[in-house]
């Protein structure tokens, strides 16, 4: 772990490095502005409300997403404990794909 | 610190800047670049005398550490590959390590996509996001099957179970769909929509001079490391003939990120709204059916 | 000290949430308390666990961040000091808000070595900030932080008990897997659930969805 943060030291060196030429280097002072807009005028604030249309794909990935929770674990254990593991990770596995078959039934992978 | 774990740390530094630098200077050069090999140090330097711009009212506090992050999460993914004859942090669970950090990546995006406070950064995070919902499972089903093949979790041991064959041979899926999570997490060439162009670059869109610089040094080195993190998982390691272990994995290395430069060049964006459904329904089942297959011929 | 520093960050990024005035400062306050304790998991040998718990909350993080600018209007209003009248306001202005960030801290002083009392002393903390957030935010979102706060006391005082109590069992660990994944499932239905009173109401508060009140 020692090495590891003596890794990330050397990263935090660097980039206040890069901030430090920048700052030598770089015309005095910043320039405030306006959000690039291709030119346009910003008609509203930028975190206005934004429609997520792919909402539904976050809670069919959560749940997915715990499978790995208990998948990492199994993968080493998998030549100890037999067909019996292969068998119950798949089932478990069939079953949440049947959710997502559902979800893709109702059309939650395509939102556009 | 022991002595062989400093020069591991050293020779992760020295390796992973070349090869970043490497990989910029490749592809400005398939960009059409002239004087490709300096291309990325006039690109820096340009951008440490730039003028520095800021939004109106950005959370900077939220872009800095979204733009650090996104350096920081490649180097400390890099420390659980091997190098040389070993990996800076030998863990036990090397790879689920190497997959908390790449996450980090989605931590990053949208912090400095938030942050900037303009629409087209945020639509850029948000592109990202949808991509991670999508690339994700079937990447960890990638990991898995190798960890599955190998009976752990440490990549030293992953290497070793290849001693005989490597696991792209019989794991020619797994491997597929790496690559393209690879291209994914790194938001590279067909991947790139949360910087593409049109929303005007996306997430970096309003980072100037040394903002935009670590960013982009940042992507560059994500880029290489899970090019890199190929090699261990799936080619081998440093196995092959004549040459030293170190050596191999150098060559292995390059080709797989001089792979993923050149597909970043050729092969055209994707929608994530195509690519969404194209992950769960059939690229995550396809992983799964490797994941089986690795299952039965692991078993005793 | 390395577990005082991590414990102290766990602490400040909890009690944080429901101090900030930007929802996404509040998200990735809460995010630094869930990796402040994974960090202290890895202190006590429990390699896997605190890797996989960094893997799993910053994906939740993330997926929490979208939902919540989904149901927020201009959450980010309140940072700069431009103070919203409209939900952002009613999360500052709490009396209790600045004796409870002072109170949670533990001065280091002499560095203690790390005990399964020090662990359950910043399980409490973490539990107690928690239980604040739950009982005090009308916003859903802030009340599922508060949920998850307290789960993550839940996964560091597990953590603390396998390692100090029965470390040779692996059971321990899975009951720690167990609260991790209660965590998800508390998202993925809080969300589902706001999501659906939200298309249909345009509500996002628990006071306006008292329906089922006695």
């Known amino acids: ?112 | 610190m022991d002595e062989g774990t400093g020069a591991a740390a050293v020779s992760l530094v020295v390796s992973l800047a070349v090869l970043a630098y490497g990989a910029a200077a490749l592809d400005a050069g398939l960009g059409g670049a002239r004087g490709a090999a300096g291309a990325p140090l006039r690109e820096a330097a340009r951008l440490l005398v730039q003028g520095r711009r800021r939004t109106l009212v950005p959370d900077t506090l939220l872009v800095r550490t979204g733009t650090v992050l996104l350096p920081l999460a490649a180097l400390l993914a890099a420390t659980v590959l091997p190098a040389g004859d070993r990996p800076v942090l030998d863990s036990g669970v090397g790879i689920v390590w190497f997959n908390a950090m790449e996450v980090c990546v989605w931590g990053a995006l949208w912090l400095v996509g938030w942050g900037v406070n303009s629409v087209y950064p945020l639509i850029g995070g948000y592109r990202f996001l949808a991509q991670g919902l999508s690339y994700e499972l079937p990447h960890m089903f990638a990991l898995i099957t190798v960890a599955l093949g190998a009976g752990s979790l440490r990549i030293a041991d992953v290497v070793a179970a290849q001693r005989e064959v490597w696991f792209v041979v019989w794991m020619p899926v797994a491997f597929v769909v790496y690559l393209v999570s690879a291209l994914a997490m790194a938001f590279w060439g067909p991947m790139g929509e949360p910087v593409g162009r049109n929303v005007a670059g996306g997430v970096p869109a309003e980072l100037s001079g040394a903002d935009r610089l670590v960013f982009a040094a940042g992507r560059y080195a994500l880029l290489v490391v899970v090019a890199a993190a190929a090699v261990p998982l799936f080619l081998g390691g440093g196995a092959g003939p004549v040459l030293p272990g170190w050596a191999w994995t150098a060559v292995k290395t390059v080709a797989v990120l001089g792979g993923l430069v050149l597909v970043g060049q050729r092969v055209p964006a994707v929608r994530m709204d195509r690519f969404t459904e194209f992950a769960w329904v059939v690229l995550i089942p396809l992983t799964l059916l490797q994941t089986l297959v690795v299952a039965i011929v692991v078993l005793p | ?214």
Not at chain 1, 14 to 31: D, I, K, T
Not at chain 1, 60 to 71: K, R, S, T
Not at chain 3, 83 to 88: F, I, L, M, T, V
């Open chain 1, 1 to 112: 772990m020692g090495a590891v943060l003596w890794l990330v030291g050397v990263l935090a060196v660097g980039v206040a490095g890069v901030y430090a030429a920048s700052a030598v280097l770089s015309p005095r002072g910043v320039a405030g502005s306006g959000p690039f807009l291709s030119g346009a005028w910003p008609r509203e604030h930028a975190m206005s409300r934004f429609h997520v249309r792919w909402y539904a794909v976050t809670l069919v990935f959560l749940a997915f997403d715990m499978e790995m929770v208990f998948m990492y674990p199994w993968a080493v254990v998998v030549a100890e404990v037999g067909a019996m593991a292969v068998v119950e990770m798949f089932a478990f596995l069939g079953l949440l794909l049947v959710g997502v078959l559902y979800a893709w039934r109702e059309g939650a992978f395509r939102w556009a």
């Open chain 3, 1 to 214: 000290m390395g577990f005082w520093t991590l414990a102290v960050l766990a602490v400040a990024g909890g009690a944080a949430v429901f101090v900030v005035n930007s929802m996404a400062r509040a998200t990735f306050a809460l995010l630094t308390s869930l990796l402040a304790v994974a960090g202290t998991l890895l202190l006590v040998d429990l390699g896997y666990v605190g890797v996989l718990v960094v893997l799993m909350m910053v994906m939740e993080m993330l997926v929490m961040a979208v939902f919540m600018i989904m149901y927020m209007m201009n959450p980010a209003a309140g940072a700069h000091g431009a103070e919203d009248a409209g939900d952002d306001g009613d999360r500052d202005g709490h009396p209790g808000d600045d004796d409870l960030h002072r109170g949670a801290r533990h001065p280091p002083g002499t560095v203690r070595p790390m005990t399964l009392q020090s662990f359950l002393l910043l399980a409490a903390a973490l539990f107690s900030i928690g239980l604040y957030g739950a009982l005090s935010q009308q916003s859903i979102v802030m009340l599922m932080m508060g949920l998850e706060l307290m789960i993550n006391a839940l996964i560091a005082a597990g953590g603390a008990f396998w390692y100090y109590v029965a470390p040779h069992n692996a059971d321990g660990q899975v009951l720690v897997l167990v609260a991790v994944t209660v965590m998800a499932l508390e998202m993925a239905m809080g969300f589902a659930v706001t999501t659906a009173i939200f298309r249909a109401r345009d509500v996002d508060l628990t006071d306006e969805a008292g329906d089922l009140k006695g």
